[in-house]
C-alpha cells in the first residue's frame, strides 16, 4: 500500500524534485526541492491518486525523479518517492524505520495523472512545443 495514512488525515501536500543525496535504503527523509504545496480540495485530489495506485511489476533502477510529503495537523505524516520509470515507490513513515519499496503501475490513469501534476509544477521539466 502507497498510501499508509487516510486521504482525510493529509491537510497538506508538497511536491518535490528529488536530489540524490545519498543511498535511498538510508533516507529518513526524501531530499530534494519542494516545487509547490497545495492544500485543501487540491491535497485530498493528489493523495486521493496515490491512494488508487494499483500494484504493479517492480524493475531495478530506482532512481526517483518526484516525491510527495503529506502533512497533517501535526506535520509530516508520509513522504513518498516515485521512479516511474521502474514502477517501485519508496514510501518513508517518520519513525517508522528503515523504507523499503513497493511496485505500481506508472500506466495506470491514476499513475499517469500523479506524473502530470508533478510535471505542471517542475519547471525543469520541457514542455511540448
Do not use: Q
Request: proline share 8%; charged share 20%; hydrophobic share 45%.
Amino acid at each position: 500500500m502507497l498510501l499508509p495514512v487516510a486521504v482525510a488525515d493529509i491537510r497538506r501536500v508538497e511536491l518535490v524534485r528529488v536530489g540524490n543525496s545519498r543511498e535511498w535504503d538510508e533516507w529518513d527523509a526524501v531530499p530534494g526541492e519542494t516545487l509547490g504545496s497545495v492544500v485543501g480540495a487540491d491535497a485530498a485530489a493528489i493523495a486521493g491518486l496515490v491512494a488508487g495506485l494499483p500494484d504493479g511489476e517492480s524493475m531495478r533502477c530506482f532512481s526517483p525523479a518526484y516525491a510527495l510529503k503529506a502533512h497533517g495537523a501535526e506535520g509530516v505524516l508520509v513522504e513518498i518517492a516515485f521512479c516511474f520509470r521502474c514502477h517501485n515507490a519508496l514510501v518513508v513513515v517518520p519513525g517508522g524505520g528503515r523504507p523499503g519499496l513497493v511496485a505500481f503501475e506508472p500506466d495506470s490513469p491514476a499513475g499517469r495523472a500523479l506524473l502530470a501534476r508533478f510535471k505542471a509544477v517542475d519547471r525543469t521539466t520541457p514542455t511540448p512545443a
